[in-house]
């Protein structure tokens, strides 16, 4: 019995026969070749294995399967990868779907950086090299209340770096109830070791008071360790609640430890809410203005969560403070591009006029 694989055509002859010529003509000569074994190989493999498909429906001396295995090859290669889908699951900010839809007004910022050159580091008045860090910062400062501003690529890379920035080598106070998973499988305390940060986990899952945090700077010094202590870390938990017999420190307690120690208080609220939740219709969220009237040295927030912008990183505060995140090597691996600024700049510029 003849073998059906030898009824297989060579490329040579496939090349020849007009419906992959047309081929050609549209993904060009190398892609289509490319094509072309893979379909020859799919029928070869079919044939070997007895496959039903490959027995009963595709002929192996006919070029028209080969035309129709190459072109849904070279389709599929054409399909973009990060696609538009229909949000049905009643989670407004889904993560695993793109979180916030951008405003027209940020997408035709990102538009216009992206299609020319733009003064992304070049100062204009100055007629000299300039920095990417000073874009945003005036909007930012206007809206949060803080000294000074930096914007990175991400939430979490804005809180490695505050932490690698004020803390590398040293450790970090945070509360038991606040080492939470931060999406993605990442949690607090691998994000504290990857900044190079010693974790000083105090209090309970459900009790902690500012003098748990005190406690552990005693304990240190006991230790003959205190100056090891680099910073206070309080985070928010936005993805859930712990509710019943409970109890956390404040913001303006642990500012004042903070003071009495030496070392800034860094509050990580993640959602980057920059108005009252209640003026549109959300539960009570904190906001970066209230936790640094409160007492924070650094807030880290993020750009596309309830901000309404593209993704970032937002860390705002000290002027003293912001100026060593920014000088930190790390914060070079942590850039954002001309588009996320030009988008972020555009957003901040609609909260001018919260009404709207």
């Avoid at 007895?50 to 006919?62: H, M, S």
């Avoid at 949060?144 to 979490?156: F, K, P, S, T, Y």
């Avoid at 596309?304 to 993704?311: A, S, V």
């Amino acid at each position: 019995m003849t073998d059906p694989r030898s009824r297989i055509p060579s490329v040579d002859a496939l090349l020849a026969e007009p419906r992959l010529r047309a081929l050609v003509d549209r993904f060009g000569r190398a892609r289509t070749v490319e094509a072309i074994r893979s379909a020859v190989a799919d029928v070869r493999d079919g044939l070997a294995d007895g496959a039903e498909r490959a027995k009963d429906q595709l002929d192996p001396a006919d070029p028209a399967t080969y035309a129709t295995l190459a072109r849904a090859v070279l389709e599929r290669s054409e399909r973009a990868g990060l696609r538009a889908v229909i949000n049905a699951t009643g989670v407004v900010l889904h993560t695993n779907l793109g979180r916030a839809p951008l405003a027209p007004e940020a997408l035709d910022a990102m538009r216009a950086a992206g299609s020319g050159y733009t003064n992304l580091e070049y100062d204009l008045e100055e007629g000299r090299r300039g920095s990417r860090y000073v874009h945003c910062v005036p909007l930012l400062t206007e809206r949060i209340g803080a000294e000074d501003a930096l914007v990175v690529n991400n939430a979490a890379a804005a809180l490695v770096l505050v932490l690698n920035t004020l803390a590398q080598g040293r450790g970090v106070v945070v509360s038991r109830g606040e080492l939470v998973e931060i999406g993605g499988g990442f949690r607090i305390p691998e994000m504290l070791e990857r900044a190079g940060a010693r974790l000083f986990e105090v209090g309970s899952t459900n009790r902690t008071r500012v003098a748990d945090y005190a406690a552990a700077f005693d304990e240190a010094a006991a230790e003959g360790t205190e100056t090891a202590i680099g910073a206070i870390l309080k985070v928010h938990r936005s993805n859930f609640r712990i509710t019943g017999f409970t109890e956390e420190a404040t913001l303006e307690g642990l500012s004042g430890l903070a003071r009495e120690r030496g070392v800034p208080l860094v509050h990580d609220l993640g959602s980057g809410l920059m108005l009252p939740a209640d003026s549109v219709g959300l539960p009570e969220e904190p906001l970066a203005r209230a936790s640094l009237a409160a007492g924070a040295d650094v807030v880290a927030v993020s750009g596309d969560k309830l901000l309404g912008g593209p993704q970032a990183g937002i860390l705002a505060g000290r002027a003293d403070l912001v100026e060593r995140m920014r000088r930190n090597p790390l914060c070079r691996a942590l850039r954002v591009d001309k588009g996320t600024l030009a988008a972020l700049e555009a957003t901040l510029r609609l909260y001018r006029d919260p009404d709207t």
